[in-house]
Every structure is written in structure tokens, then in C-alpha cells.
């Protein structure tokens, strides 16, 4: 309504489906120890994270070099907003799996 060109449903769609599978792993999580042997996929999940934020920038790039009537402001504002989560999350996938990994071989 407040923003031509319907360019926020992709972000809208790409979070939400990221969110359905997120909070299933939660809700997997939820149900005890017994459940951890079916939990391998978390390091996929923050891959998947990873993902939803590098196609928001993508996005974002795409509509600041083309000229869509998108407002320019909000493209500045995801593209900022996913670069920093995405820094957070990059931080948080190299200290859980990449860090811990090599601990992992240093320590055989």
C-alpha cells in the first residue's frame, strides 16, 4: 500500500519461510534429549540464514541500480540491516563450525 512496485514481498516470503523452518528445528529442540539425534541439520539451517540475508543484499543492489520505483531510503535500509546480520551471523557460523571444527582436529 505504502510502497510501489511490491518489492518487500520478496523479503517477506524468503524471512517467513526461513522462520517456519527455524522455529521447526526449535520445536524439535523443545522435545528433549531423545530428539538430539535428529537435530544434525542445524549447521544447514544458519546456512540457509546465510542465504536469506546474501539474497536480501542481492535484492537490494538490484533495486538501487535499477530504477523500479522503489524508494531508494528502503533499499539503503535492507541492504544495511542484512549486511549487518549477516556479519552477526557469519561470526556465529565461524565460531560454532569453523572454529570449533578445527579445535576438534587439533585436539586428535
Known amino acids: 500500500m505504502y510502497i510501489a512496485g511490491g518489492q518487500g514481498v520478496f523479503i517477506i516470503i524468503i524471512n517467513s519461510f ?9 520445536a524439535l529442540a523443545a522435545l528433549g534429549p531423545k530428539m538430539q539425534k535428529y537435530l544434525w541439520w542445524k549447521k544447514y539451517l544458519t546456512q540457509f540464514q546465510l542465504f536469506q540475508f546474501v539474497m536480501v543484499i542481492i535484492q537490494a543492489l538490484i533495486n538501487l541500480s535499477v530504477d523500479c520505483n522503489f524508494p531508494k531510503a528502503f533499499s539503503y535500509s535492507f541492504l544495511l540491516y542484512a549486511i549487518s546480520i549477516l556479519a552477526l551471523f557469519l561470526n556465529f557460523y565461524f565460531q560454532s563450525y569453523i572454529k570449533e571444527r578445527r579445535k576438534r582436529r587439533e585436539s586428535k
Open 18 to 26: 526461513v522462520h517456519v523452518v527455524m522455529y521447526g528445528y526449535y
